[in-house]
């Protein structure tokens, strides 16, 4: 029996396309490809044919879903996925499902398969074993060698059903077994080494400095967040319930990406290694985003699950667009390194600290919402006033206005305006060194 891969269907008048531009050339871990999208190890990964389908979509790279020892039987449950949504728009998902429950030789077989059809992609293979069985993940990485990926990642981030069984997320919350695996991974491959870490925890530097010392050739953060979905309040019973009973699941989604980015910050700035960023890239700019953190390389899951491999034209498109409004000659020219700004709290506190808000009164339309946060906030420091305004009302408009002595520069109300750039800081230099607001030395119930 043919595997996915292999079949007529999915193998008919395939052809490698190539990228929409030079530009989007990017180097990872030795390989060029075609653009730094690659599809993260999941459910999209799920089988041979469906990294072919990622290729055939424009995807530059993809990585199997995770493989386990051959030993180790793996039964999902039903449901396993949920997502969260506002707006129409999923925002976040859950998943409680495991790592691949296929057989490693049919995953070896369509490996080599695709090796010889897609020569130009990267293709990264993904293994788990157990934290404390060092001949386990020998024994995977030489399968992985036998097949031709260009890189390998270990998966030390699953956070759900995998750590019962001392995998997943339990291997990257202890430093030792981060440089045990890592270090007996890289001993035994052929090819670079990925180690993807958990985010639940409490110092990420630790163990990405584990994973370093263990030869590490790059880092993959994030894995998913702990996390519960939500609750049917009328049902009484959780979103993602299992006749009646959940689990601590992980949680991805645009909502993760503030997590992502702390730890594509810290772990840069502890190693230096390459990064491949994962977590909560839903649109072309969430991976600029990363990319100007430090990150190497762009992983995507969630939004594939929701959308579809065809959403990497868009991506592509993004980026091409991106470059031009920027000058940028290239993926490599356009990466920044703002890792770098990212410090303690102790240090912003010795940068000057002046700001104020302005209101541009000819785009403010008195919607009220900076007001009302500013008064529930504590400072108290915004009011409507009428303007005279004959052009667009019949004499006068209500306007935000800001009572400087108040403000404070939180930056509150530029958050919350619907405008853009209506509101805006700029430096008074009459706040400097930090002024307290009077209500921290005059009673406010008087």
Not at 20 to 45: D, K, Y
Not at 54 to 76: C, Y
Not at 232 to 260: E, F, Q, W
Not at 403 to 423: F, H, Q, R, S
Request: charged content about 20%; some cysteine; glycine content about 8%.
């Amino acid at each position: 029996m043919r595997s996915p891969v292999e079949s007529d269907r999915c193998m008919l008048n395939r052809n490698e396309k190539r990228s929409m531009s030079q530009r989007l050339h990017t180097e990872f871990l030795g390989f060029e490809i075609e653009n730094p999208w690659c599809v993260a190890s999941a459910p999209p990964t799920a089988t041979g044919r469906l990294m072919a389908d990622a290729f055939d979509a424009g995807w530059g790279a993809a990585i199997m879903k995770t493989v386990g020892p051959v030993e180790e039987p793996i039964i999902n449950v039903a449901p396993r996925i949920q997502t969260m949504k506002k707006w129409n728009r999923e925002i976040a998902m859950q998943n409680i499902e495991l790592i691949t429950d296929r057989r490693l030789s049919v995953w070896l077989d369509e490996l080599k398969t695709l090796r010889k059809r897609y020569p130009k992609k990267m293709i990264i293979g993904s293994i788990m074993a157990p934290g404390h069985d060092m001949d386990a993940w020998a024994k995977l990485i030489e399968s992985m060698n036998q097949v031709g990926c260009n890189a390998v990642e270990l998966n030390l981030g699953c956070p759900h059903g995998m750590p019962e069984r001392d995998m997943g997320a339990v291997c990257s919350q202890d430093a030792e077994i981060v440089y045990n695996i890592v270090s007996t991974a890289k001993a035994a491959s052929k090819v670079p080494i990925l180690t993807k870490l958990t985010p639940n925890v409490t110092n990420i530097k630790v163990m990405a400095q584990a994973a370093k010392r263990g030869g590490a050739d790059a880092i993959t953060v994030i894995n998913t967040v702990n996390g519960i979905i939500g609750i049917d309040i009328y049902k009484r019973k959780p979103h993602l319930s299992v006749n009646g009973y959940t689990a601590v699941g992980g949680i991805s989604g645009n909502a993760v990406k503030p997590m992502g980015l702390k730890c594509v910050a810290e772990c840069k700035q502890e190693t230096g290694l390459p990064i491949s960023a994962t977590g909560g890239i839903a649109a072309w700019s969430d991976g600029v985003e990363y990319l100007l953190m430090g990150a190497d390389q762009l992983q995507v899951c969630t939004e594939i699950m929701i959308r579809g491999f065809k959403i990497v034209t868009g991506l592509n498109k993004g980026l091409e667009t991106y470059l031009d409004q920027m000058g940028f000659s290239s993926i490599a020219e356009a990466k920044g390194d703002l890792y770098k700004s990212v410090t303690s709290f102790g240090n912003l506190l010795k940068q000057s600290h002046s700001e104020k808000v302005q209101v541009n009164e000819e785009t403010c339309t008195g919607c009220n919402l900076c007001v009302v946060a500013c008064d529930n906030a504590g400072y108290d420091a915004l009011l409507l006033k009428e303007i005279s305004d004959t052009k667009r009302t019949q004499g006068t408009r209500k306007v935000a206005e800001v009572i400087v002595d108040k403000c404070t520069g939180c930056n509150l109300c530029v958050a919350v305006c619907p405008v853009p750039e209506c509101m805006s800081l700029y430096d008074s230099k009459k706040a400097f060194p930090y002024q307290l607001h009077s209500s921290y030395s005059e009673n406010t119930l008087r």
